[in-house]
């Protein structure tokens, strides 16, 4: 009698009972609690292993304690709240049933609405598998409700239940399903890609490690070794980037589904398991560094720097008012510094003060453009950050007084002795002048009218006019030398 198709009549009083870490929703409750957990409390990571130790139900009520933010903002599956819609419009109770601890799947029921139970890991009990399946069948009877699962814990479930409904992870999943259970029904269908693990790495930011060739260009040294050295920095930065991004992402997963855009991440939307994330982040550094091994040491320590001072960012220091855009600007010149590293050119003291000038006036740039997006969303202040809207004004004024600073810096650079080894006409270098102050300007207005919608080191990328402004100024450059 157990798992055949079931009969219209018969099903109208029959309740559906729904997994929720996976199939609800498209992602996974403990583990986000973990990586909230981390985000939010970095000097008290150590906690976790006692609590692990401990066993399952006491991680998971220590963290439903201490972390409120997963339930509101994990994503739905769509094709389940259909399903669960479609239940109760046929008057059948439907319940919620999971591992998780039963104070995040109270948020969930509630979020979901006209939920008629809930049954879920309390009083020491990790409510999965068998022990999931004996308190089904003690409260509902056996084969007395339909349920819908997506992994290996749900065979007990399934076993029990009158009809199995499927989230279906890959094509050799539901085949095992089918072979247990051939009535057993596909209502939904989750394959990661590799197209989601390339937009986890976020490719398009790469753009911002070409500052890796500015030292070999600004020092004149374009000999085939630098070029080669130049190419295996920036490859080692995009690497050790993508991993940093995806660190950032598992720490910033309710900011980023509360943002229109960010929402869409492959993390944020659940396209990918956020249980494959830290795995996936520790291959792509450990390639970097890897990689870094065929150049000096040098770059090795600047890239250990960067990695060390972007988690730090990711962890603490992102949620600190001015401090996280100083940090921002610290990231960018730590790329220029790689740079300097990979060619052996002797570093000089005015790019890197123009770098920390110009990137500070860029990252305060990206914040003025977030809370411009709030501003046009009537958001008053952002998730995990110390803004609100009514610092825009300070903000704006604060980044036109850096790039104006990497202005000055340039000025002031004309009249060094440097120049005259490195330039037959350095006067014409005050040309680049009016050219930053128009692109600086231009940046400004435009992210005070929300039209820069990215990274600001992106954007310009991709901007006509900045492109036109990069052009006029290597041409000056060139015509210095």
Known sequence: MSNRPADKQDAAAVPLVVDVDGTLIRSDLLHEAVLQFVARHPFQMWKLLPWVVSGKPRIKGALAERIDTVCPTAPLRDEVVELIRAAEAEGRPVYLASASDRRYVDAIAERIGGIAGVFATENGVNLSGAAKARKLDETLGKSGYDYIGNGSADFPVWQSARQVLVVSRSGRFASAVRKSFPHAEVVAEHRTGMKDYVRAMRMHQWAKNLLLFLPMIAGHMLDLQSIVSSILGFVCFCLAA????IINDLLDLPGDRAHARKRNRPFASGAIPVAYGPPFALVLLGGAFAASLALPIWFTLVLALYVGATLTYSLYLKRKVM???????????????????????????WLLMFSLFLFLSLAIVKRCSELVAQRVAGVEETIGRGYRVEDLSVMLGLGAAAGQGAVLVVALYIFSPQVQLLYE??????????????WTGRTLLLANRDGIHDDPVVWALTDRTSWIVAALSALVIAAAI
């Not at 006409?425 to 930053?436: M, T």
Request: aromatic share 8%; with cysteine.
């Open 242 to 245: 993508s991993s940093a991004y």
């Open 323 to 349: 401090i996280d855009v100083i940090v921002l600007a610290g990231l960018y010149t730590l790329r220029v510094l790689g740079g300097v590293a990979a060619v052996g050119v002797v570093s000089s003291p």
């Open 425 to 438: 006409r350095p006067e014409l270098l005050w040309l680049v002048c009016p050219l930053l102050l128009y």
